[in-house]
């Protein structure tokens, strides 16, 4: 299986404004290759690498089910970067997730990057309606023990300070640079979730829940 994208250009209306999700873009991905998915939480990150990996018959990983241990806590960091390394010197891979510290060896190692700009109001609305929907149960995506609570923490934390606001003042602004810096020539940004869901049926790929 492939993925062919030859000078792309994709223009959605929002109203009356016109949303530019592609331009010019000409990538290709195929079985055997290296491919890594950024973007906020709740963007749909860890549905497409689920997709992409069965789609193209390559191993997927989520970030979050390397860094994390039972109950959430974080294991230690140069574990987690062991771990993270050994993952992206094998030969064919999907991962999605941040940890910033690790970005520059993957944009690296990987053929293709997919930054997933989302609205970070959206994609803070579409994480408390995951966690309401998975509360008490450990996603598929997660570490072992770790359990989706819904909960205060949950709720500023990861909804209104990490995604809603830190993403969309600071974190944004600074992917961008990150991509142009380590991964110029080889990534694909899908902005919005309608370029999202246009990819998805453009290239035939079955969404993987």
């Not at 997709?51 to 294991?75: E, F, K, T």
Request: net charge positive.
């Amino acid at each position: 299986m492939m993925i062919d994208v030859q000078d792309a250009t994709k223009v959605y209306a929002l109203g009356d404004t016109q949303v530019e999700a592609l331009r010019g873009v000409s990538l290709a991905v195929a079985a055997g290759e290296t491919l890594f998915l950024g973007g906020p939480s709740g963007s749909g990150k860890s549905t497409l690498a689920r997709s992409l990996g069965a789609h193209l018959n390559i191993p997927h990983y989520h970030l979050d089910a390397v860094m994390m241990l039972p109950g959430w806590q974080p294991r230690p960091f140069e574990d987690f970067k062991k771990r993270h390394d050994a993952i992206i010197e094998q030969d064919a891979w999907v991962i999605e997730g941040a940890y910033s510290k690790t970005i520059p060896q993957r944009f690296a190692r990987a053929d293709v990057v997919l930054f997933l700009d989302m609205n970070g109001v959206m994609c803070g609305l579409r994480f408390l309606k995951r966690t309401w929907q998975n509360r008490g149960k450990q996603r598929p995506e997660s570490a072992e023990g770790c359990v989706d609570t819904f909960s205060w923490d949950a709720i500023y934390h990861v909804t209104i300070k990490y995604t809603m606001l830190d993403y969309t003042l600071r974190r944004r602004p600074k992917y961008k640079q990150l991509l142009e810096k380590h991964a110029k020539g080889k990534y694909i940004t899908l902005q919005g979730f309608k370029a999202l869901n246009r990819f998805y049926s453009d290239y035939e790929i079955s969404r993987r829940s």
